[in-house]
């Protein structure tokens, strides 16, 4: 009996756990707490960047008495983002904007009828046994259906801010990961954005800033916790019950 207790509640830790209650219970009083400033490539969900890489080529020979580095983009020393701790910002302007409409109409009518003129000779004995049977016409059916669905999906978001985010890793070819992570807390609401992906070392302009639209394997994630969140989330058993029912 002591045994089944202890994993009941181990069972009801976890399924709190899971749910983010234990993180609400915690925060109940003070609101959400930012996260420590920290190494974003200590993450456990963290992993190296592995993408297609040309074949290495041989560097370009030093030429005698030049003033103009081989390989390098300006006269002078550049100090773009270039190296694995950099800063570099970036510009996130989003603002999409998606309509659709979607109509389907379906009808169908159908009618079947079956007799039996001829069956081994039962035709003349089974009127007098049922009485009023037609072997002509023993089965009709009729079939009809008509289906109208009309769906609509409207959505429109529009995010624009800029944040700093720091080089993780410098792939063979060159190319930047970059990871970038900003949170703001006002009132007891926790605003969460993270950027993460590739960009070019060409695509960083003299000002050390970089478009989203230049980042390849984006990946751009805004969202929310707090009170004002939770409001608007339904409830983790509404959620559970939506999920498994069939019905």
Not at 183 to 196: A, I, K, S
Request: proline share 8%.
């Amino acid at each position: 009996m002591k045994r089944a207790y202890r994993l009941l509640g181990a069972g009801a830790v976890l399924l709190l756990g899971g749910c983010g209650i234990l993180t609400n219970l915690s925060e109940v009083g003070r609101g959400p707490q930012l996260t420590p400033t920290s190494n974003p490539t200590t993450d456990p969900n963290w992993r190296p960047v592995t993408m297609p890489m040309p074949k290495p080529s041989p560097p370009p020979p030093a030429q005698a008495n030049s003033l103009w580095r081989p390989g390098a983009r300006a006269f002078f020393k550049d100090q773009r983002a270039a190296r694995v701790g950099d800063i570099v910002t970036i510009n996130v302007n989003m603002n999409h904007a998606a309509t659709l409409n979607n109509n389907v109409m379906a009808q169908r009518t159908g009618s079947e009828t079956m007799g039996a003129p001829n069956m081994f000779g039962l035709e003349a004995v089974l009127p007098k046994i049922i009485h009023g049977l037609n072997m002509a016409s023993l089965a009709s059916v009729n079939e009809g259906s008509n289906l109208t669905t009309i769906g609509q999906i409207q959505r429109n978001e529009n995010v624009i801010v800029q944040l700093a985010g720091t080089i993780t890793q410098v792939l063979p070819n060159g190319n930047l990961v970059v990871v970038a992570r900003q949170e703001m807390r006002v009132n007891d609401e926790l605003r969460q954005l993270v950027v993460t992906g590739v960009i070019r070392p060409e695509d960083i302009r003299s000002d050390n800033t970089v478009a989203d639209d230049r980042i390849a394997e984006a990946r751009i994630f805004y969202a929310g916790r707090g009170q004002l969140t939770q409001a608007a989330e339904p409830r983790w058993g509404d959620q559970l019950l939506q999920t498994l029912l069939p019905f």
